[in-house]
């Protein structure tokens, strides 16, 4: 079993940043981690992608250049920094342990999300 918790959500201007968390306990790093997030009216979507090892990242292209996912195995803590952030941000953001299908990540196991607005 697998269990998430995420945190470092809250509001915050334009341009700002947040660094969100996401504390792990089970059998969590033997999976790698993602941040997803899901806007209201709009369906959930993968944010970035951070392997067991945390040597291989991917990120949505409209978070390139802009947030950075990092793990801490020793802390069983993924983060999600985010910079330069844009109204278009806010959501509500959530961290899963993933498995990759064809070219999808799909989560395992589900944190219960944290908020996160952007103000113009």
């Known amino acids: 079993q697998v269990q998430l918790v995420e945190s470092g959500g809250g509001w915050v201007q334009a341009g700002g940043s947040l660094r969100l968390s996401c504390a792990a306990s089970?059998?969590?790093?033997?999976?790698?981690v993602g941040w997803f997030r899901q806007a209201p009216g709009k369906e959930r979507e993968f944010v970035a992608v951070?392997?067991?090892?945390?040597?291989?990242?991917d990120y949505v292209e409209a978070v390139k250049g802009r947030f950075t996912i990092s793990r801490d195995n020793a802390k069983n803590t993924v983060y999600l920094q985010m910079n330069s952030l844009k109204p278009e941000d806010t959501a509500v953001y959530y961290c899963?342990?993933?498995?990759?299908?064809?070219?999808?990540?799909?989560?395992?196991?589900w944190g219960q999300g944290t908020q996160v607005t952007v103000s113009s």
């Open positions: 899963a342990a993933v498995h990759q299908e064809i070219s999808r990540w799909l989560g395992d196991y």
């Open positions: 951070i392997s067991r090892s945390g040597v291989i990242t």
């Open positions: 089970g059998r969590t790093f033997s999976y790698a």
